[in-house]
């Protein structure tokens, strides 16, 4: 049961943060002209709107009871473990903090009349995915480490 747990939980923390890496290694997402960003971007909230949440909390009930469990076993992979719930953690504060909201406002734009601080928030909201990315990529290494033990 343990092994089918972690397993499980480093699965999807592996698809988040691979998802997460694909975002900040498209440069030409960034050089996008603004109402084709706009428009790439409320095409894709949308998906990722719904599926984020789900792919997140499941991802982090998993992770918690692998830490549950492997707090018998003790050991740095339980150490390990609990890194990366951390991290985990902080994507999600991260994410529903700041993210987010910057994901509502470039929803709320109208792609061929753009404000005039568009660029400022879609530079905010790269340097923040950025963070998250590494903070995500950081817990994955961390599970895989974990399982190593």
């Known amino acids: 049961m343990f092994e089918a747990v972690r397993t499980g939980a480093t699965a999807l923390l592996g698809v988040f943060a691979g998802g997460l890496v694909f975002t900040a290694l498209a440069p030409?997402?960034?050089?996008?002209?603004?109402?084709?960003?706009?428009?790439?971007?409320?095409?894709?909230?949308?998906d990722y709107g719904r599926a984020m949440p789900v792919l997140l909390l499941t991802c982090l009930a998993l992770m918690v009871a692998t830490c549950v469990m492997a707090y018998?076993?003790?050991?740095?992979?339980?150490?390990?473990?609990?890194?990366?719930?951390?991290?985990?953690?902080?994507?999600?504060?991260?994410?529903?903090?700041?993210?987010?909201?910057?994901?509502?406002?470039?929803?709320?734009?109208?792609?061929?009349l753009l404000p005039v601080d568009w660029a400022r928030a879609r530079a905010e909201w790269w340097n923040l995915h950025l963070v998250r990315t590494a903070m995500a990529v950081a817990g994955f290494l961390l599970l895989l480490l974990a399982r190593a033990r």
């Open 28 to 46: 030409s997402l960034r050089a996008l002209p603004g109402p084709a960003y706009v428009r790439y971007w409320q095409t894709l909230n949308a």
């Open 72 to 112: 018998s076993r003790g050991g740095p992979g339980f150490w390990l473990s609990v890194g990366a719930v951390v991290l985990v953690v902080a994507v999600i504060v991260l994410t529903v903090t700041r993210l987010d909201a910057l994901n509502r406002l470039a929803d709320s734009w109208n792609p061929d």
